[in-house]
């Protein structure tokens, strides 16, 4: 198992940027993937990007280019650098991970709340 701690949210005006932070309860170097997630109010949370252990990525369609995910594993931490953001955009944000290579966690931490004013 491993907890997730997600930090970094905040207000911001559209078209700014925010950094999320992913700090993980253990090592997260043997973990298949991390991923971020996003929740807007009445909506159904969905995936944002995802970073295998080998540094492969894949992102949503709707990013179109403006996030970037990576991973530091010397601090167990998974980063989302998410620029020109929209204020549709504002939701909370959560991080996950893929233990099994095929699973997504089925608990999540508190997340982060991400604000973007127009």
């Known amino acids: 198992q491993v907890q997730l701690v997600e930090s970094g949210g905040g207000l911001v005006q559209a078209g700014g940027s925010l950094r999320l932070s992913c700090a993980a309860s253990?090592?997260?170097?043997?973990?298949?993937?991390m991923g971020w997630f996003r929740q807007a109010p009445g909506k159904q949370r969905e995936l944002v990007a995802a970073?295998?252990?080998?540094?492969?990525?894949n992102y949503a369609d709707f990013v179109e280019g403006r996030f970037t995910i990576s991973r530091d594993n010397a601090n167990n931490t998974v980063y989302l650098q998410i620029n020109r953001l929209k204020p549709e955009e504002t939701a909370v944000y959560y991080c996950?991970?893929?233990?099994?290579?095929?699973?997504?966690?089925?608990?999540w931490g508190q997340g982060t709340q991400v604000t973007v004013s127009s």
């Open positions: 996950n991970a893929r233990l099994d290579g095929i699973n997504w966690l089925n608990y």
């Open positions: 970073i295998a252990r080998g540094g492969m990525t």
């Open positions: 253990r090592s997260i170097l043997g973990i298949n993937a």
